[in-house]
Each structure stands twice: as structure tokens, then as C-alpha cells.
């Protein structure tokens, strides 16, 4: 809606709007899955209990369901989720439904392979698919889950959080739009991302997808996909651009180009090998180069201090 649109007092369309609201609320639903997380403690190296496996489970399941349906929702329009019986109805009659609260939308299942176009990866919905089954076990049938599965809740649950608030962020979505850190709060973030097995299985998971995945310079996990342009440990993206490293000879050095001819230096730290120093830029010859420690910034292109 632009500014013009609400100095007149004018609405946004009634799809975004309901997704908005979804959103909203599966934000509600993801703060409370990460403090249940991060409300564990992990000192002795034991599994959830049942109860908190229990809220994790269900808080993770409904945040999912809520994304998925609105990131339909806000792609492909509001006939694409509700249960119709006859022609779609008007605007009009759609925000009467929806005001009244009898919009009847499609089961999970159904919106599932349109969701998996928008959100998250193949082992983003083998989790999902997982939770699932866990929340069915202890909500509809009572059965415990086994210590097993109560301790790789806690990396499938975050990695499913992670991956909700990295997609919905993409698409720009009112309540997401500056990251996981800003939307959890960076202290229930750091907790978040502090459980040394998810930052071992993340990395894992990320070696498997590209040869040599970068350390983040956000979590500090070497989950930094190039190809992706994401960390898949905590959801941060960017175009990073890179410069070979003087020590292990990979183009994996990380600084903050965009501001860098704006300062004499800035701090550079290779993704890879951790070796660091400074980057400069050349106003001469536009060229961006490397020095360690107090070096002399002499520009390797043209000999340029």
C-alpha cells in the first residue's frame, strides 16, 4: 500500500492483509518455540522432557502451518488456499467471511507442494515431515518420544525456525524483514545458536551441499553457502564479495565492501583458513586489496598508497 493509498484511507488487498495477520502470528509461535529451546539446559547434555518436547513439537508445527498458508496466500492469491464450493467469492464477501471468521482454507497436506515452492529446502520438509509425526505421537496418541528423539529435537526444531525466518524474511514480509537476530532479539538469538550439536549438524548438513562452505561472519558457523548466499546456520544472507587470502590461497577473505572506500581500512577475516588483517581500497585503480597487520597499504594493481 503506498503512502498516497493510506493518506486517503485506503486498504491493502485483503490476501495481504490476512497474510500479514498469519504471519504475525506464526511469529508469536516461533518466539515461543526458541524460548522453550533456549529455556533448556544443556549443561548436563540431557534430552527434553516430555512437556517441553511436548511445546516445542506443537509451538514449531503451528508456526509452519501458519507460514506455509501465508506464503501461499501472499504469492498466489487468496483462491489458492481457500476450500471453494462453486465461483471464488467477491472481495467483498471474502473480508465478510474473513471478518466473521468462517473462511474455510485447504488442510496442511494439501498446501503442502505449493508451500515447498517458497519455503525452506528438501531437508527443511523431511524435518517438517518428522515433526509432524513427533506432534501426533505426543498430542493425538500420548506416546512418549524415546530420549533419542527428545535430544535431535532440539537441532530439528531450530533448524526449522532458522529456515521459516530466513524464507518469510525473502519475502518481505512486514513482521521479518530484518533477519533472524532482529526478530528474535540477539540474546534469545546467541542462546539459540549457542547448542554446540546444531552448529556441528548445520555445518554438516552444509558441507554436503557445496565443497567449502565459508565461517560466518554473523554465528560464526562455517555455514556460509556461496552458491546460496545464505548462512544456513542462522539465516543471515548477502553477496559477499571475496578476496583471495594470502595464507591458504582460497578466494574466501570477508569485509564489508560496500563501506570500505568510505574508511582508510576495514578488518578482513577469511571464511576458511580464520587468517586476518585489513582491507583497502585503491581510489586510484578501484581495486581492492589485502594487508596484514600494520603493512603498508601499497596497491598491488598500481603501486597506489
Known amino acids: 500500500m503506498t503512502k498516497q493509498e493510506e493518506n486517503k484511507g485506503g486498504k491493502a488487498p485483503l490476501a495481504e492483509r490476512i497474510s500479514s495477520a498469519m504471519l504475525h502470528n506464526a511469529g508469536l509461535f516461533l518466539r515461543k518455540a526458541a524460548e522453550e529451546i533456549v529455556g533448556h539446559d544443556d549443561s548436563t547434555d ?9 511445546l516445542v513439537t506443537v509451538l514449531s508445527q503451528l508456526a509452519v502451518e501458519l507460514a506455509s498458508t501465508a506464503v501461499v496466500l501472499r504469492h498466489e492469491g487468496l483462491g489458492s488456499v481457500m476450500r471453494l464450493k462453486g465461483l471464488p467469492p467477491s472481495e467483498s464477501e471474502a473480508e465478510a467471511r474473513w471478518e466473521a471468521g468462517t473462511i474455510k482454507t485447504l488442510t496442511f497436506e494439501e498446501l503442502k507442494p505449493n508451500a515447498a515452492q517458497y519455503l525452506g529446502d528438501e531437508s527443511f520438509w523431511s524435518i517438517v515431515d518428522l515433526l509432524q509425526r513427533n506432534r501426533n505421537k505426543l498430542v493425538h496418541f500420548h506416546v512418549p518420544l524415546i530420549e533419542g528423539d527428545r535430544f535431535d529435537l532440539k537441532y530439528d526444531a531450530t533448524h526449522v525456525l532458522i529456515q521459516i525466518i530466513t524464507a518469510l524474511r525473502q519475502t518481505d514480509a512486514y513482521d521479518f524483514a530484518h533477519g533472524s537476530e532482529a526478530f528474535l532479539g540477539q540474546k534469545l538469538f546467541k542462546r539459540l545458536l549457542s547448542f554446540e550439536p546444531y ?5 554438516a548438513r552444509c558441507r554436503e551441499i557445496e565443497n567449502l562452505p565459508l565461517k560466518c561472519p554473523i554465528c560464526f558457523i562455517r555455514a556460509y553457502s556461496r552458491d546460496g548466499e545464505v548462512c544456513l546456520g542462522c539465516g543471515w544472507g548477502g553477496e559477499l564479495q571475496l578476496l583471495k587470502c594470502p595464507s591458504c590461497r582460497e578466494r574466501s577473505v570477508i569485509y564489508d565492501h560496500l563501506n570500505l572506500s568510505l574508511n582508510p581500512w576495514l578488518k578482513a577475516v577469511c571464511g576458511n583458513c580464520e587468517w586476518d588483517g585489513r582491507a583497502h581500497h585503491c581510489a586510484n585503480c578501484d581495486l581492492d586489496f589485502l594487508t ?3 603493512s603498508l597499504a601499497e596497491c598491488p594493481g598500481c603501486a597506489f598508497g
Open 46 to 54: 540431557a534430552a527434553f522432557d516430555i512437556d517441553r518436547a511436548t
Open 199 to 203: 552448529r556441528e549438524r548445520i555445518a
Open 292 to 294: 596484514e597487520g600494520h
